[in-house]
């Protein structure tokens, strides 16, 4: 049989391989909920547990080996059972310097443009970004230390391992049923893997746009470099002291000045993917799915204990 050839599979087996893939997502969204809550209520009723070292010191190497062990165990065993060859996904892709840059500033004016809109309905809703008050702060040793920890997390394991689970395994697997659908469903199940609503917003929309580059490219790791630059940028925009401001500012007219200029020149150039993206049958599949269907109740329960 043609390696290529379309292979028709019931609703079951449909299931069957989104449940496949939702084990692991349940266990990914698991530890980070008992991670991210859990450790505040260590630090607050058994502070001892930390045996003297900082709280959130602790829960950031925990985090950062946590989401190396899910991506390259669970998730690997996931993607070898359901016989995904994730290795045409590392490939170099045919991509220009100035064309990955491009994509880099579109990231991140989309990833700022949604900040915007969320942190406008913040003032309403109490609807925050979560974040540690240490960021930026270097004044002794150990926030030093947090912040290279901080970094390290945020600016290359998460992209990296976000990028292998959701783009290389999740959209990869739900794109055989529909290419499109395997875009915006991918984006959905990233949002879920957030700690709060807010979180979960601006997965929506960046996840869709790294799938869509993805999609194009036939490889997670345009989309790795996007997410490293989009985190990176986030960090500078937290990290620089009140007094340097201007930077920032400066920083975020140059993205949007490259942004219309690339889509002026046609440097970017992606439709809106439409096509196959919005069929009842393949939604009802994942979302009646078991596991999926867990990871929703789980992410309801993250976000009720946030606001507590």
């Not at 292979?7 to 299931?15: E, G, L, R, S, V």
């Not at 065993?77 to 840059?101: E, G, N």
Request: hydrophobic share 55%; with cysteine.
């Amino acid at each position: 049989m043609p390696a290529n050839k379309p292979q028709i599979i019931t609703t079951k087996q449909a299931k069957a391989q989104v449940n496949t893939l939702g084990l692991s997502l349940i266990i990914y969204i698991s530890l980070l909920l008992l991670l991210w809550h859990g450790s505040s209520l260590v630090a607050r009723y058994a502070p001892q547990a930390f045996m003297g070292y900082d709280a959130d010191l602790i829960t950031m190497v925990f985090v950062s080996v946590m989401i190396l062990f899910v991506a390259f165990v669970p998730f690997s065993i996931s993607a070898r059972r359901l016989r995904l060859p994730i290795r045409d996904y590392l490939q170099k892709p045919d991509i220009t310097f100035s064309k990955l840059m491009a994509l880099c500033c579109m990231g991140t004016g989309i990833m700022l443009i949604v900040l915007f809109v969320v942190s406008i309905f913040g003032n309403f809703f109490g609807t925050e970004l979560g974040d540690y008050a240490f960021i930026g702060a270097f004044t002794s040793t150990d926030n030093i230390i947090k912040n290279i920890v901080y970094f390290v997390l945020t600016v290359l394991i998460q992209p990296i391992c976000d990028e292998y689970i959701f783009r290389g395994i999740i959209q990869r697997q739900l794109g055989h049923y529909n290419r499109y659908f395997g875009v915006l469903a991918s984006s959905v199940l990233y949002a879920l893997a957030q700690s709060s609503i807010a979180d979960a917003a601006i997965a929506v929309f960046l996840g869709w746009f790294l799938a869509l580059v993805t999609l194009r490219y036939h490889s997670i790791k345009p989309a790795i470099r996007i997410h490293m630059f989009t985190s990176f940028f986030t960090w500078l925009i937290i990290a620089l002291p009140e007094r340097f401001v201007i930077i920032p500012t400066i920083m975020i007219v140059l993205i949007y000045i490259v942004v219309a200029l690339s889509l002026f020149n046609r440097t970017i150039n992606y439709r809106i993917a439409r096509h196959g993206a919005a069929e009842p049958k393949l939604w009802k599949i994942v979302f009646t799915s078991w596991t999926i269907i867990t990871c929703m109740i789980l992410f309801l329960i993250n976000n009720f204990l946030g606001l507590l």
